[in-house]
């Protein structure tokens, strides 16, 4: 069983990661007031390839087990619910957010743009941070229940 569980906590590092980049690089984008098609596939590509590492490398399931477990909830509860989205939301958003914006002012700044980092950074992250946390409550379950219906299928 434990190995079933390293299966479904990797989908599921993989899935929230590529879920939270296709939403956040949308959100970043649209809110940067210029869409494009190859601004945001780029946006969500290197997004994705640093949410799937996240999600790969850090037991986001064990943290929030352990943090779960300290606080007395149960994961299936709705305040283990909302506190499990805000333990994933801190964990994926500050680093994306981060990247994300630290590229964009990048190419803004080589193209003449005067931009402070600090500023755009504080409005992508507090509007990526509530996002963040409204997508983990809703694909966080979504995603473990998929995956977990899916492990218990697989005969061994």
Not at 36 to 46: D, E, N, Q, R, Y
Not at 49 to 77: D, H, Q
Not at 113 to 138: E, H, N, T
Request: hydrophobic share 55%; net charge positive.
């Amino acid at each position: 069983m434990d190995e079933k569980m390293k299966t479904v906590g990797r989908k599921m590092g993989i899935a929230m990661g590529i879920t939270m980049s296709f939403f956040l690089s949308l959100i970043g984008i649209t809110s940067a007031g210029k869409f494009t098609v190859p601004g945001f596939l780029i946006s969500f590509l290197v997004s994705s390839a640093l949410a799937v590492v996240i999600g790969l490398f850090l037991p986001i399931g064990k943290i929030t087990g352990a943090v779960l477990k300290s606080a007395g909830l149960e994961r299936n509860s709705t305040a283990g619910h909302l506190l499990s989205a805000l333990i994933s939301d801190c964990i994926y958003t500050p680093i994306m957010t981060l990247v994300m914006v630290f590229l964009a002012w990048r190419s803004a700044t080589a193209q003449g743009a005067q931009i402070p980092f600090g500023a755009m950074f504080l409005k992508s992250f507090g509007i990526a941070m509530i996002a963040g946390f409204v997508l983990s409550y809703f694909f966080e379950p979504f995603y473990m229940n998929l995956f977990m219906k899916d492990a218990q299928g697989q005969k061994r």
